[in-house]
C-alpha cells in the first residue's frame, strides 16, 4: 500500500521539471522540490517494507526479479536524494539539465522495476495465497 505514494511523487517531479523547463515560472521547480521530498520519505517507508519481506522470505530471495527489482529500488531512492540536493539550488539551475535528466532516470527506472514487481506478484505468484 505504500508503493504508490513514491511512484506517484517522483513521477509527478519529472512532470514539474518539464513544465519548469517549457516555463521557467519558479512555482514548478518548488513543486519539484517538495515532490522528491515526499517521494523520498514515502520511499523510505515502502523500501523498508520490502526490505522485510525481500530478508524474511527465502521464496522472495530465490526469484531473480526480485534482486533486479531491490537494487533498481535502491537506485531510484539514490538517484531521487542526489536530485532533491540538486534541486536545493537555485532558480534555472536547479532544475535544468540535472534536475530534469535525473528526474526522467528515475522514472525510467521505475517502469522497470514496476514491470519487475508485476512480474514478481502475477508470474511469480510471490505474495499471493495459494
Known amino acids: 500500500m505504500l508503493v504508490p505514494f513514491p511512484i506517484v511523487c ?5 512532470a514539474t521539471d518539464l513544465a519548469y523547463w517549457r ?3 519558479m512555482q514548478w521547480a518548488n513543486f519539484s522540490a517538495w515532490l522528491l ?6 520511499g523510505v517507508l515502502a523500501a523498508l517494507a520490502g526490505l522485510t519481506d525481500f530478508l524474511s522470505h527465502r521464496r522472495v530471495r530465490a526469484q ?18 542526489v536530485n532533491a540536493f540538486v534541486h536545493s539550488r537555485d ?6 539539465p ?3 535528466i535525473l528526474s526522467g ?9 514496476g514491470w519487475l514487481g508485476w ?11 495459494s
Not at 10 to 14: D, I, Y
Open 91 to 96: 532558480a534555472w539551475t536547479s532544475v535544468v
Open 105 to 113: 532516470a528515475v522514472v525510467l527506472i521505475l517502469c522497470v522495476t
Open 98 to 100: 540535472t534536475g530534469l
Open 10 to 14: 517522483f513521477v509527478g517531479a519529472f
Open 64 to 81: 531473480k526479479p526480485a534482486w533486479a527489482h531491490m537494487l533498481g529500488n535502491v537506485l531510484v531512492l539514490g538517484l531521487s536524494l
Open 37 to 42: 521530498a515526499a517521494g523520498l520519505v514515502f
Open 119 to 129: 512480474a514478481m506478484v502475477y508470474r511469480h505468484r510471490v505474495g499471493v495465497a
Open 23 to 25: 516555463t521557467a515560472d
